[in-house]
């Protein structure tokens, strides 16, 4: 009796070749060449961990290659330089086929479109933007990243917006006044802010550098909770075993404060708004992306309490 086999042979062929295109799209994620700007910065530094915890090697663009040595060892191609030296961002794009964009203050829109012309003109597939939640708004600091979205939209290259609402990590500011007078002064008031953990935001972004997903999106993301501010400084105050107290203050008491730290006008300027918009309710909503991006709940701020009350205790 005559047995084809024809069936099962084809059957084989095409399941080796499905496996085949599964091992090959794995191999591309592995050999992608990602540019991690602000790596040595407390998001930036868990991108580049996400990332060797994936045996992908990236290169780091950064102002102390000595600094980034010390924390990557020889696990990163480091170049040394700044976002804002155009020669030295040429130099670390070449062959690169994503870029992680992080950049803080006024200067955000030209160098965010400086950037972005640059990745361009080394066809790069696509920026990663560390962007704020707060666009939504057009106010403070959110302004200044609502512009350097608009630069990189300019250009024509493909982009990614991760927006995070007010970082876990920005509380500890607070540790000073904590230490010294066990009290904390904002113009917040009753205002409520979800705060979210730099490892989320680190998580996230790195889903948007690996993945063709959410080309051409904006990734609003929070944490699991909307705070007041004296809720926070309650978590804070049960992970130190110490009791804290808050003190709302006017705008003006908050101005004078914060010009004592600051780097500008303008700087401190966006923080006095951004306190208002918070006061006023403004602030408070809660997304669900975290966890349909990655498909866990959002880390909340009694973990990172506890993982940061050394910073807190005298």
Do not use: C
């Amino acid at each position: 009796m005559r047995v084809d086999k024809a069936p099962h042979a084809i059957r084989l062929f095409l399941y080796r070749e499905r496996d085949s295109g599964k091992q090959d799209a794995f191999r591309n994620r592995e050999t992608m060449k990602h540019l991690i700007t602000g790596a040595t910065g407390d998001v930036g530094s868990r991108v580049v961990k996400h990332l060797r915890k994936r045996n992908i090697r990236p290169r780091v663009l950064v102002r102390n290659g000595a600094k980034a040595r010390s924390m990557f060892g020889e696990s990163v191609d480091i170049f040394v330089g700044d976002v804002a030296e155009p020669a030295s961002v040429r130099d670390a794009l070449k062959e690169a086929e994503t870029i992680y964009l992080v950049n803080v203050g006024p200067e955000i829109p030209q160098r965010d479109g400086a950037a972005a012309v640059l990745a361009k003109e080394a066809r790069v597939k696509r920026v990663v933007k560390l962007s704020s939640l707060d666009v939504e708004h057009g106010l403070a600091i959110g302004a200044w990243h609502e512009k350097g979205e608009a630069a990189i939209r300019a250009i024509g290259i493909p982009f990614t917006f991760v927006r995070p609402t007010g970082f876990m990590s920005n509380l500890l500011a607070w540790a000073h006044s904590i230490k010294t007078e066990q009290i904390v002064r904002s113009s917040t008031a009753e205002g409520r802010r979800p705060f979210i953990h730099s490892e989320d935001i680190a998580a996230v972004s790195v889903e948007a550098l690996l993945s063709e997903t959410f080309l051409g999106q904006s990734l609003p993301i929070t944490g699991p909770e909307s705070l007041t501010f004296g809720e926070a400084i309650e978590t804070i105050a049960q992970a130190i075993g110490n009791p804290l107290a808050f003190q709302a203050i006017s705008d003006e008491e908050a101005r004078e404060r914060y010009s004592r730290v600051s780097g500008s006008p303008e700087e401190t300027e966006a923080h006095v708004t951004l306190w208002r918009a918070i006061r006023e309710g403004r602030l408070a909503r809660v997304t669900n992306d975290v966890e349909r991006i990655l498909r866990r709940k959002p880390i909340n701020l009694r973990q990172w309490a506890s993982e940061n009350a050394d910073s807190f205790r005298s």
